[in-house]
């Protein structure tokens, strides 16, 4: 008995960090979204510190301003947690849907470089790519429209900028309304705010390994009931970064400029250097 104490007491006193590495930048007593626009105008003013470049992050920063183009939507494995940190759900949705991301997001070349507009938990974000990059945990890949859609990437970035500027906020309830968004969702909604479809949503219930994460599907859609306004179903339908058979990810309209088998490695991005673009890749 004695032995199982000491066991059950670490994971009390010791909580895995429930905070990805953009939310732990925030500087204490900061409210709001420290990725919004009030917060970009303030370091642009000089009324919030610059944000701290790291070697690993310079690095980055180069290579997104020689590959990346406006509208090129990124992929990565993110860390949001769950449960003081307990539950990794981006992993799990991850797993669950057969993929190798949890996570999309837009580029836009503006004037600093490339920036990612992207969600948080509180709002939609924009934040410089090399910053954005802090949050990967896994894979990372890059899908551009292929060149005969490419005209529709003035409008893409002008969806992204427009929810930025309004700050919707998170969608927790996962709905397909436009009152909120989450991160696949705004990637969604701003090609087909130009006119494209990219992927249809899929139900929860329909994931490809669903069936391998009984007891996880069951424990959130529980919770749920307790927590959210719209409380979450096997039924309900969600966009997903996917793979090659569905979700964003297997869309013909894009092209491959990373391969989902690039991992930086956490949390400093060092591990595997920086990855290399596809042949095909214009």
Known sequence: MLGLLFLIIPWFTD??????????????????NYWGPQATKARQEGRLPEISITPPMKRWDEWGRKVLRNGDILFRMGDARLMHGYFPMSRFLANASGSKFSHTAIVSIEKEGPVVYDTTRTSVSRQPFCVWMLDNVGNFGVKRLRSEHREAVPRVIEFCQTVFAKQL?????LNLDDKALYCVEMTEKAYRYAG????????????ER??????AIMGIATASQYFLDDPLTLEKEVFFPGNERHGIWSSPKL????PPTFTPGYPYMADHGLPAVAASAN
């Not at 494209?196 to 994931?207: A, E, N, Q, R």
């Not at 092209?255 to 990373?258: A, M, N």
């Open 210 to 215: 669903a069936s391998e994460f009984p007891l």
């Open 15 to 32: 909580a895995p960090e429930e905070r990805e590495m953009t939310e732990r930048m925030v500087p204490h007593g900061f409210h709001g």
């Open 169 to 173: 906020p998170f969608d927790y309830d």
């Open 255 to 258: 092209e491959v400029v990373v």
């Open 196 to 207: 494209l479809k990219l992927s249809d949503p899929i139900k929860l219930g329909d994931m």
